[in-house]
Nanobody, 120 residues
């Protein structure tokens, strides 16, 4: 059974920084994409940043230049460094990964979510 466990959320003032971590555990053969999504109150979940197995990245326009996604494959861990935080970055941040376990195909996994609150 594969699990994603997040950490690093919290309360920060506008302009501050936070670093989120997400570690995958269980029977893992390979991990393709890893990424972060967020959901603000009353809004749909949206993609924030994604990093592919080869290292290429994708960022939502709203976070480009402020957030940096990275991964350490040996630790099955993805990070999200969030700088220059704004109140509109507030929400629950979810880790996501496409992971191949014991089967022939990859499955989609989600973390439990971690709250990020940015005060003005």
């Amino acid at each position: 059974q594969v699990q994603l466990v997040e950490s690093g959320g919290g309360l920060v003032q506008a302009g501050g920084s936070l670093r989120l971590s997400c570690a995958a555990s269980g029977t893992i053969f390979s991990i393709n994409t890893m990424g972060w999504y967020r959901q603000a109150p009353g809004k749909q979940r949206e993609s924030v940043a994604t990093i592919f197995s080869g290292g290429s990245t994708y960022y939502a326009d709203s976070v480009k230049g402020r957030f940096v996604i990275s991964r350490v494959n040996a630790k099955n861990t993805v990070y999200l460094q969030m700088n220059s935080l704004k109140p509109e970055d507030t929400g629950v941040y979810y880790c996501h990964a496409n992971i191949r376990g014991t089967g022939s195909y990859s499955n989609s996994y989600w973390g439990q979510g971690t709250q990020v609150t940015v005060s003005s």
